[in-house]
């Protein structure tokens, strides 16, 4: 059983890595979409703004936007890829230490990420659960009543509006044509940019903390067995404890 969590414990940490380095490239992209727009902002504009843009104008004008759209979606499909992966790696790491027990299977875990509207939940609450039993060494049950960090939540509230922001934000600005459009949803893919980059300083700290916390597991081998808390120690023979 060590064994094996060792084994777990390098594959979760190594997989923790990428999705780490992943996660500041996505995070890196945002910014530079961010600062991206701000350039195109301070730029004078070509056309009134009731005026329309010629197709071959809107065309070059948003080449460049539509290249970092699909850098950006390129970089989150790996991202999700291992993210997933070493979601796989650290949830399974319960199985082996403590009470040896987990709210969901380690396929659930998973599997709710891609149900539409339950993973606004379910996904939460995985991660929730794996944060919770990873920092107290799964010593227990159940966890269902305990809060989760201030910043876990805070973490999921902010991808949540990136994704659901994201989306909007799209479908209005796909249909842009005159200047005042064009200007408004540069704003507006602004605005996703900056929400997108907290979210991802949030990410990069969850998976470090988490990662951080499964150390532990391999520290400790009481929970590495599933064995009872060491009990005080006891008196040495002949001699009598008051």
């Known amino acids: 059983m060590p064994q094996d969590l060792h084994t777990a414990r390098r594959a979760e940490h190594m997989v923790a890595r990428c999705t780490t380095c992943l996660l500041f490239a996505c995070l890196l992209l945002e910014a530079g979409t961010f600062a991206s727009g701000l350039s195109h902002r301070s730029e004078p504009a070509p056309v009134a703004a009731s005026t329309s843009l ?6 070059g004008q948003n080449a460049q936007p539509r290249a970092m759209t699909q850098l950006k979606r390129a970089a989150l499909i790996a991202t999700a890829i291992v993210w997933l992966t ?12 403590g009470s040896k027990r987990s709210r969901f299977t380690r396929g659930w875990a998973l599997g709710y990420w891609f149900i539409p509207l339950v993973n606004l939940v379910r996904a939460y609450q995985v991660m929730k659960d ?10 227990r049950d159940a966890y269902d009543s305990l809060p989760a960090p201030a910043f876990l939540t805070g973490w999921w509230g902010m991808s ?8 909007l934000i799209t479908l209005m600005a796909r249909d842009a044509r005159t200047d005042f459009e064009r200007i408004n949803a540069t704003d507006l893919r602004m605005l996703v940019s900056a929400v997108g980059v907290i979210a991802g300083v949030l990410a990069i700290k969850v998976v470090r903390e988490i990662d951080r916390r ?15 808390p060491q009990r005080a120690p006891q008196a040495p023979a002949g001699r009598q404890v008051y």
């Open 214 to 228: 499964q150390r532990l597991l391999v520290a400790s081998p009481a929970h590495q067995s599933g064995a009872a």
């Open 86 to 97: 070493w979601l796989h790696w650290a949830y399974g790491n319960l199985g082996l230490v």
């Open 160 to 167: 949540v509006s990136w994704v659901v922001l994201g989306v």
């Open 130 to 139: 794996l944060w919770l039993r990873s920092d107290s060494l799964n010593d």
């Open 54 to 59: 010629a197709p071959g104008e809107a065309t």
